[in-house]
């Protein structure tokens, strides 16, 4: 896994707005997930596994009890630390962000990319954008940092033009 600069073959398009063969997108992500685990000697259970693709079965954000729940119904736990203890690996592996403002996970759209996990939250549908640019090198982290403010993530709210 490269971690820096954009594969050349990255649409410019955020992939939860765009139109895309999200079967692929899903199968592409567990496989590299697969490798990477293998690379770096972690173990991906099935637990891990299953919870990263319960994530990256749409580009939304899901909360830890309604995920809980989904690994439940396949019997694979069901106490609350059996999905925070899956969801703190997949987010230290750089598979899974937390969007605090939402509460809730969602399945990184550029593993391996180095990234501020930046969001764009279509209110209408929950559909999440997640860009790969590197708001702590922009403008508006430079104007903030300034005024003595640190920016951790960035979550904007707005309206996929489709569904207005
Ligand atoms: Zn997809
Ligand atoms: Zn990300």
């Known amino acids: 896994m490269s971690s820096t600069g954009l594969p050349s073959s990255t649409s410019p398009k955020l992939l939860g707005f765009a139109n895309h063969n999200h079967r692929q997108c899903v199968a592409n992500a567990l496989k590299e ?52 203890r899956a969801l703190s690996f997949l987010i230290d592996h750089g598979f899974v962000h937390r969007i605090e403002k939402l509460n809730a996970y969602i399945a990184c759209s550029h593993p391996g990319l180095e990234h501020d996990p930046a969001f764009l939250i279509c209110k209408e549908c929950g559909v999440i954008g997640e860009t790969p640019v590197m708001v702590s090198a922009g403008k508006l982290a430079k104007t903030a940092r300034q005024s003595g403010f640190e920016i951790h993530a960035f979550t904007q709210q707005g309206r996929i033009r489709a569904n207005s």
């Open 33 to 84: 997930a697969d490798q990477y685990c293998l690379n770096y000697r972690h173990r991906f259970t099935h637990v891990r596994r299953r919870t990263l693709g319960i994530l990256l079965e749409s580009h939304s954000a899901m909360g830890a009890y309604e995920l809980l729940e989904r690994l439940n119904k396949e019997a694979l736990g069901s106490k609350p630390p059996v999905a925070y």
